[in-house]
């Protein structure tokens, strides 16, 4: 009786095992979509260079092509050359690429950078109205061109912004013996970059000094000026004082801890390399059927 009293217990317990509801499952906590993190932004390499760079178009042909090669950015600031090397002085600039063969050298030896390299070289001409009221254009010298215009007390733009070409510029009147001062009406001194002060002399119809990339460049716009000193090309220009190095210079990272040394020596050693000086020879050939800068390295 026992024994059919346990089996009748056995068989009910699993009859309600049966009919209960079973338990949910546990369901999979849904985990958050990846946020994808955002690029990290390129790394910067501040340059600090010449008007003349900029003006002539030289560093939107040949820039881009560092800036793939190396993953990074250049932040330019073009300004005249005393300028470009104060920003230097102050730590503001990786590197410089300028044109004051002078300043340049005091810049190394003041401890702002270790080393100074020739890039490239154009030059200087003398442009003016194509009249030529100081009547120039058979001279074969600035300082000669410079006494005439001053003989003549035409009007003269002068960039006056301690620029390599207002440093040119002043040199040439101290060989000339002439100092140029506020009295003389004739003089007139902007504190301009290259560009604006090709745009008054072809306002005023003056005399003015210029590198010949950005004249050629700007040509366009100066319909009333010619170049009267320094012929057709660099190879045509007399005056071999009128020639115009232009040099790289890294900062010094011991003067100066935070430049960025390591994109800095790069961009020095591919402005140097051939290839970038095959490209810097190249431009403004096809326009202007004669480069606007010449390479310069080992020379």
């Given amino acids: 009786m026992r024994s059919r009293l346990f089996v009748i217990v056995c068989l009910l317990a699993l009859l309600l095992t049966a009919c209960a509801s079973p338990s949910a499952a546990p369901t999979a906590t849904a985990l958050p979509p990846a946020t994808a993190l955002p690029p990290a932004p390129p790394a910067v390499l501040r340059l600090a260079t010449t008007t003349s760079t900029a003006d002539s178009g030289l560093l939107d042909a040949i820039l881009p092509v560092f800036e793939k090669a190396y993953q990074c950015q250049v932040d330019v600031v073009a300004v005249g050359t005393g300028q470009a090397l104060e920003i230097g002085r102050q730590g503001d600039a990786d590197v410089l690429l300028v044109h004051s063969r002078k300043g340049e050298d005091q810049f190394v ?75 003389m009406t004739w003089y007139n001194a902007l504190g301009q970059g290259m560009g604006d002060t090709l745009l008054f002399a072809q306002e005023r119809q003056a005399y003015t000094l210029s590198d010949r990339a950005t004249f050629l460049a700007m040509k366009s716009k100066l319909p009333g000026l010619a170049i009267l000193v320094g012929g057709a090309s660099l190879a045509d220009n007399k005056d071999k004082s009128l020639l115009n190095p232009y040099g790289v210079l890294a ?47 080992n020379q």
């Fill in 109 to 183: 030896a003041e401890g702002h950078a270790l080393a100074r390299f020739d890039v490239m070289v154009n030059d200087f001409i003398i442009v003016g109205p194509t009249a030529d009221p100081a009547a120039i254009g058979s001279l074969g010298s600035a300082k000669e061109a410079f006494r005439a215009i001053m003989t003549a007390q035409a009007p003269f733009a002068s960039r006056g912004d301690k620029s390599g070409t207002n440093t040119k510029e002043l040199s040439i009147w101290a060989s000339a013996g002439i100092t140029p001062t506020a009295e």
């Fill in 251 to 297: 900062v010094n990272p011991q003067t100066h801890p935070g430049v960025n040394t390591a994109l800095a020596d790069q961009f020095v050693a591919w402005i140097l390399s051939p290839a970038t000086q095959q490209l810097i020879g190249a431009f403004g050939v096809d326009q202007f059927g004669q480069p606007l800068f010449y390479p310069n390295v």
